[in-house]
């Protein structure tokens, strides 16, 4: 089957290029690898989503435009009343319909690199050219070549994510508003990581005709349920709703969405907790010889180790079962990178210990 002559023939030579995405077992691991919320409900709130779950009619398909759980979504992340809303399978689906309603030939995709791997890749899937513009090597934004790429490429749409994956940093809003203007087609502004910067452009929309936001209930605790949702206008929001397939959100999804959605105090006081951490994290990896962590907006930490060491590291830290991302195959500007995530005073420690015995191994 490994020469299968129908492979060749008939699956798009770029895609047969690519790798898959690949997430690693991470059982029986301190998991510091996936930007994940450590905290779960507390139990009594537990106890009242199961209740809700009960109520659920597994044998009927979910309500298509998941009408309840937008209006809680629009009150617990105070959506401007006249914007419209569309959710996801995560942002990655969010991502993928934007792409596949803008995939007219020669279509272009831009992005600042390194960004979030899911801008090129779905680009790539839906056949569109993708250009990175690289950062500086501060992680902020290069202006002259991102006016100079969108001078020359004219995308249909530039992703800014803010803060940016995997670098941590929230961009100059300066910049951003100057690339919102400057830029001849839509700008997704994937603010994923909203709950732990204190700074949104939510709240600007309708100021551009070409702004939308997109955001992820994922890093406030509820990766499991994948649901990301995208604010905006609803001339664009209208046109991304035809390539979505029916049903996309489940129903269980929805209902838990919904029931969490209504306790966001506690969501909030876990990010307040996890905002803490981040400050101590830092400058306890400040005093390690060797590290440079970079500021973060996020709640995960970039941090370059000694030259040429990253994957030893890395190997080390998972051999004393604390799972980290290895950014040293990227390359480029995250050579000798490794990002952890921010977690529990217990798993920081860990993590801190771990990684003091892997330098001075």
């Known amino acids: 089957m490994a020469d299968n002559p129908y492979i060749k023939k008939l699956i798009r030579d770029e895609v047969r290029a690519l790798s898959a995405y690949h997430v690693p077992d991470a059982s029986g691991y301190i998991k510091l690898d996936a930007m994940e919320n450590p905290y779960q409900l507390p139990a009594e709130l537990v106890d009242e ?79 569109m050219d993708y250009i990175g513009v690289p950062l500086h090597t501060d992680f902020s934004l ?19 994510a803010w803060p940016n994956n995997p670098t ?12 919102i203007e400057h830029a001849p087609g839509l700008v997704v502004l994937d603010e994923a990581y909203t709950s732990f910067a204190g700074q949104s452009f ?8 070409n702004l939308v936001v997109m955001r992820t209930v994922s ?48 969501l909030d006081a876990q ?47 998972k051999a004393q079962n604390v799972l980290v991302k290895n950014m040293q195959p990227v390359g480029g500007m995250l050579a000798d990178c490794l990002r952890v995530t921010v977690s529990t005073p217990q798993e920081n420690t860990a993590f801190l210990t771990a990684l003091r015995d892997s330098l001075a191994g």
């Open 202 to 209: 939510m709240a600007r929309l309708g100021d551009y005709d």
């Open 49 to 127: 989503w199961l209740d809700v779950l009960r109520e659920v009619e597994l044998n009927r398909y979910p309500d298509p435009g998941a009408r309840p759980l937008k209006a809680q979504l629009r009150k617990a992340m105070q959506i401007p009343a006249d914007m419209e809303l569309l959710l996801g399978n995560g942002s990655d689906e969010i991502i993928q319909m934007i792409c596949m309603a803008l995939a007219k030939p020669g279509a272009t995709v831009l992005a600042p690199e390194p960004g979030f791997v899911m801008y090129r890749m779905i680009a790539l899937f839906c056949n």
């Open 142 to 160: 290069d202006m002259d070549a991102m006016r100079a790429a969108i001078e020359e490429h004219r995308p249909a749409v530039t992703f800014l």
């Open 219 to 266: 890093k406030s605790g509820l990766a499991g349920l994948r649901l990301g949702y995208l604010a905006g206008p609803a001339a664009w929001l209208n046109e991304f709703d035809k390539v979505r397939l029916p049903y996309n959100i489940n129903i269980l999804t929805q209902a838990s969405a919904e029931f969490v959605l209504s306790h966001t105090d506690v």
């Open 168 to 179: 941590g940093n929230l961009f100059s809003e300066t910049d951003v508003m100057e690339i």
């Open 271 to 317: 990010a307040a907790k996890l905002r803490a951490a981040r400050g101590e994290l830092f400058t306890a990896m400040q005093a390690i010889d060797g590290i440079e962590p970079y500021p973060s907006a996020a709640n995960f930490i970039l941090f370059r180790t000694p030259a040429g060491q990253a994957t030893a590291i890395f190997e080390s830290l």
